[in-house]
């Protein structure tokens, strides 16, 4: 991986949750680059295990189901005996579901019986997209952050731009990232006592296992969303992994940005400051 800067982290244990997945797996081969010890944690062990080997000794993979507290605290253990204290948590582990998702953007009365609507979406959906953002951010920062009370940390949550501008189609997983913003920010003052800084990253639209289905066709055309979406972009392109990098390290950073906390940093192209006009 080719940073675009280094910063010395060669004092920090970081944990990352949802480490399996694309985004997170490469921002935990960014702070190991950097002298990081990393542990990896995700549901999907071989996951984890793929991207810790790959970044070698000061990485390990941990199975963890961010939703059950009892395999938290035996990830905590783990990661303990391996590196010692916890004193760098990225919150990663979120997510949407398909039945919390609406077939149309807008309310119509004459919408055919085979969409589904608003009203069609279901309940069980709706709470495990909550739960799988903030709960899950919740329960994991209740563990971990326990090891920097009293010698101080830092915290960094992934957030989303339809945090700040709800997305049509989302309901569930919008206000689930808009709770995640302000959890950030009830953190960063909860926590300043402590010498504990918590800020988040919202992403813009990047391409991801969970999203490239509704992002292109099975031709690898772009879906109408997609032209949606690149229209209300002003850099006109998805986000590549490496255009987070930087704000990461930054954020990691003690020296760098000691005095940033309860900031939420979009990192999106322009979509959140986009009007459409």
């Given at each position: 991986?080719?940073?675009?800067?280094?910063?010395?982290?060669?004092?920090?244990?970081?944990?990352?949750?949802?480490?399996?997945?694309?985004?997170?797996?490469?921002?935990?081969?960014?702070?190991?680059?950097?002298?990081?010890?990393?542990?990896?944690?995700?549901?999907?062990?071989?996951?984890?295990?793929?991207?810790?080997?790959?970044?070698?000794?000061?990485?390990?993979?941990?199975?963890?189901?961010?939703?059950?507290?009892?395999?938290?605290?035996?990830?905590?253990?783990?990661?303990?005996?391996?590196?010692?204290?916890?004193?760098?948590?990225?919150?990663?582990?979120?997510?949407?579901?398909?039945?919390?998702?609406?077939?149309?953007?807008?309310?119509?009365?004459?919408?055919?019986?085979?969409?589904?609507?608003?009203?069609?979406?279901?309940?069980?959906?709706?709470?495990?997209?909550?739960?799988l953002n903030i709960t899950s951010a919740f329960l994991v920062t209740q563990v971990f952050v326990q090891d920097m009370v009293k010698t101080g940390g830092n915290i960094i949550n992934i957030s989303s731009m339809n945090a700040f501008r709800p997305l049509t189609k989302i309901p569930a997983y919008s206000a689930a990232k808009a709770g995640i913003s302000?959890?950030?920010?009830?953190?960063?003052?909860?926590?300043?006592?402590?010498?504990?800084?918590?800020?988040?990253?919202?992403?813009?639209?990047?391409?991801?296992?969970?999203?490239?289905?509704?992002?292109?066709?099975?031709?690898?055309?772009?879906?109408?969303?997609?032209?949606?979406?690149?229209?209300?972009?002003?850099?006109?392109?998805?986000?590549?992994?490496?255009?987070?990098?930087?704000?990461?390290?930054?954020?990691?950073?003690?020296?760098?940005?000691?005095?940033?906390?309860?900031?939420?940093?979009?990192?999106?192209?322009?979509?959140?400051?986009?009007?459409?006009?």
């Open positions: 991986m080719k940073l675009p800067f280094t910063v010395d982290l060669k004092d920090k244990v970081a944990v990352i949750t949802g480490a399996g997945g694309v985004l997170m797996s490469e921002m935990a081969k960014a702070l190991a680059s950097c002298g990081a010890k990393v542990a990896l944690l995700d549901i999907n062990y071989e996951t984890a295990k793929k991207h810790a080997d790959q970044i070698g000794q000061n990485a390990i993979a941990i199975e963890c189901d961010c939703l059950n507290k009892e395999s938290i605290i035996r990830a905590k253990e783990q990661v303990n005996a391996a590196f010692g204290a916890v004193n760098l948590l990225l919150n990663g582990a979120g997510g949407n579901n398909p039945k919390a998702t609406c077939d149309n953007e807008y309310m119509t009365p004459d919408l055919k019986n085979n969409i589904k609507t608003f009203f069609d979406l279901e309940e069980k959906a709706l709470r495990f997209v909550f739960d302000n959890f950030t920010q009830w953190l960063a003052v909860h926590f300043a006592p402590c010498h504990i800084r918590c800020n988040a990253i919202a992403p813009g639209f990047f391409v991801s296992h969970q999203n490239r289905e509704l992002l292109f066709d099975k031709n690898g055309a772009p879906t109408q969303r997609t032209q949606k979406i690149l229209a209300a972009t002003p850099q006109k392109r998805f986000g590549e992994v490496s255009d987070l990098i930087g704000t990461l390290l930054w954020l990691a950073s003690d020296e760098a940005s000691g005095f940033v906390t309860g900031s939420v940093i979009a990192v999106d192209g322009g979509f959140a400051a986009y009007s459409g006009v």
